[in-house]
């Protein structure tokens, strides 16, 4: 039997279907709102579906809903029957009030048989008479009933919950989930406003959206954001739904939650936010099932390489400006957020030389030997905008923003018929640079220097805080190369007239 759940002061949001069942689109389930025996509104669910069309759940969930509203019924006769007789037992309420109708008969044959009812005391032959009683099995039914439920409630304080609102002072409160869940992000706003280089407007700003669904979201084990955290065998069992349930809706292509990554980073959150539950004494132990939760999902890094007949298709039916950022994307492995950083002053000579900012603390210093044709546009772009001044601007004179460069990088690939990224552009040069590299001999963290990573690999060996003295000659030369690999030549100038 499927148990309603309470709901609090609001009922649960479900789409109406014009059948006995309504369709709760939150939790994919078919569900009643009801109010029970004593008056309280709950919610009661009963199975899972696809969606309100589903029919066949809709049919399995009518088969659990019709014993339940039969024995809903039986459960609110019988507190009627408590409060009805208790009333008569104290003198409250006479039996004629009761009525003619046989369900009344029946009471009082119960009620005679347990010798509580007499005809002196209660009886009112005016109204019911004692030939119209109905003996049998209603009669029986009460009499075991009775029997078994008159020592369990107290019928003064269910009659009062019927009639009026009890007068008790309210109970303390216990921090649920969701406050739970506040109080970490304000710990963090606070982290972030004592040391924004510790943690960044935009880490913050991950941090509530990521947190956002784990507190939001209820599972079969309890609801996540209106429930509390019970014993660790529960909070074992939320560490499982949780994942379970993004990698359900990963597999939904309407879903937001469709990318690996974001099932990563949404466990990664919450795992964090478990972590620091656990240092305030919120939780008793670590669950053990943490682990498992926030086990990393495989995620494909990097592109596909570019073919060099797709790449020429991009480069014919690009304008001079994309030209400049095919070619720097080439040359220098650049992304869009690279490009949009370039200055006047970072062009030396015949090389780009400035630092890449990976985030608030790192930064990766860049020296780049720029083809002859990649120079020839930047030159012609700092001649217009000066020596400090960013290269790649829109037409308000602000920064490109990322967004702004994928989409028109997406519109020269439509209009070259092909499916491609800019961020392949990287790839492609990067792949060649690895299989120069590996023919020659050379170390392949060469191939980490050019893509701009520095991590505690032997690349670190060839980094120098002062981009001036990176130590690349031999990835000088192969990336000198690439220019006639791909082959790519700029249009000529058209004669002044």
Not at 102 to 113: D, F, N, S, Y
Not at 286 to 299: C, F, G, S
Not at 461 to 481: N, S
Request: glycine share 6%; proline share 5%.
């Amino acid at each position: 039997m499927y148990q309603p759940q309470k709901m609090g002061a609001r009922m649960a949001r479900a789409t109406k279907t014009g059948k006995l069942l309504s369709f709760n689109t939150s939790r994919k389930c078919w569900c009643k709102n009801y109010q029970d025996e004593y008056g309280k509104r709950k919610t009661a669910y009963f199975g899972r579906g696809a969606s309100s069309r589903d029919t066949k759940s809709y049919d399995a969930a009518l088969e659990k809903y019709h014993p339940w509203k039969r024995e809903l019924e039986a459960r609110r006769q019988l507190v009627k029957i408590r409060i009805i007789h208790k009333a008569v037992l104290e003198g409250k309420l006479p039996v004629s009030a009761l009525g003619n109708s046989p369900w009344a008969a029946g009471l009082v044959a119960g009620w005679r048989l347990l010798g509580q009812v007499t005809d002196e005391d209660y009886f009112d032959r005016g109204r019911l008479d004692t030939g119209e009683i109905v003996e049998g099995s209603e009669s029986e039914w009460v009499e075991v009933e009775l029997n078994k439920s008159l020592p369990e409630p107290d019928l003064e304080a269910i009659k009062a919950k019927l009639t009026t609102k009890a007068s008790k002072p309210p109970r303390p409160r216990t921090n649920t989930i969701q406050d739970h869940v506040d109080a970490w992000l304000a710990s963090e706003e606070a982290k972030h406003k004592a040391n924004p280089k510790d943690l960044s407007t935009s880490a913050l700003r991950d941090k509530r959206q990521g947190i956002k669904t784990f507190s939001e979201t209820d599972f079969d084990c309890f609801g996540a954001g209106t429930k509390r955290f019970g014993s660790p065998a529960k909070v074992d069992q939320l560490c499982l739904d949780y994942k379970a349930w993004l990698l359900e809706r990963m597999l939904d292509k309407e879903s937001k939650i469709n990318k690996p990554n974001t099932v990563n980073d949404k466990t990664k959150f919450a795992k964090q936010f478990l972590e620091w539950c656990w240092t305030r004494g919120i939780l008793k132990d670590i669950p053990r099932t943490l682990k498992e939760m926030a086990k990393r999902l495989y995620v494909k890094r990097g592109g596909e390489p570019l073919e060099l007949d797709t790449l020429r298709k991009l480069w014919d039916v690009a304008g001079s400006r994309m030209k400049c950022y095919m070619l720097l994307g080439l040359n220098c492995a650049f992304k869009p957020g690279d490009i949009t950083a370039i200055t006047g002053d970072m062009i030396q000579s015949n090389r780009l030389i400035g630092t890449r900012k990976k985030t608030e603390k790192h930064m990766v210093p860049m020296n780049y030997p720029l083809w002859p044709s990649t120079l020839k546009m930047l030159k012609l772009e700092r001649d217009r905008k000066g020596d400090k001044e960013l290269l790649f601007v829109n037409t308000q004179g602000n920064r490109i923003t990322t967004s702004t460069f994928s989409s028109l990088f997406r519109k020269v690939a439509d209009k070259a018929g092909v499916k491609a990224k800019f961020e392949q552009l990287r790839d492609t040069s990067a792949q060649l640079v690895a299989n120069e590299l590996m023919q020659n001999g050379y170390d392949l963290a060469y191939k980490q220097i050019f893509i701009a990573h520095k991590d505690s690999s032997t690349a670190s060996y060839y980094l120098d805080d002062d981009p001036k003295h990176l130590k690349t000659p031999h990835l000088d030369k192969i990336v000198l190369g690439l220019e006639k690999t791909y082959g790519l030549k700029l249009p000529k100038p058209e004669p002044k007239k």
